[in-house]
Nanobody, 124 residues
Framework: QVQLAESGGGLVQAGGSLRLSCAAS????????MAWFRQVPGKEREFLAV????????AYADSVKGRFTISRGNAKNTVILQMNSLKPEDTAVYHC?????????????????WGQGTQVTVSS
């Protein structure tokens, strides 16, 4: 498994931006697919974006497409989620995940390593 730690959450006004980072430790990080999910109390964890380790290609949930961008950081063991045009409904705890989900890349059970999460609050 890979150990993951998120940072960069906080309070921002609607329309603002935040940049989340996920630092990974462990071997063969580069071969893992990396994703971001979010969760609000009482709801299931929601897929947001994935970046594939094989070629760096990406995919997004419709709810964030065009506003959020996932990328591998300059440090090879980091994954970034750049969030722009934030809305109050983006308020949640954001988690990064690592694994080899294959066809289940938008499901939580596709990943076997998770970070503790970072809180993002968007005020109206």
């Amino acid at each position: 498994q890979v150990q993951l730690a998120e940072s960069g959450g906080g309070l921002v006004q609607a329309g603002g931006s935040l940049r989340l980072s996920c630092a990974a430790s462990g071997r063969t990080f580069g071969s893992y697919d990396m994703a971001w999910f979010r969760q609000v109390p009482g709801k299931e964890r929601e897929f947001l974006a994935v970046v594939w380790g094989s070629d760096g290609s990406t995919a997004y949930a419709d709810s964030v497409k065009g506003r959020f961008t996932i990328s591998r950081g300059n440090a090879k063991n980091t994954v970034i989620l750049q969030m722009n045009s934030l809305k109050p409904e983006d308020t949640a705890v954001y988690h990064c995940a690592a694994g080899q989900p294959y066809g289940r890349w938008h499901y939580t059970d596709g990943y076997d390593s998770w970070g503790q999460g970072t809180q993002v609050t968007v005020s109206s």
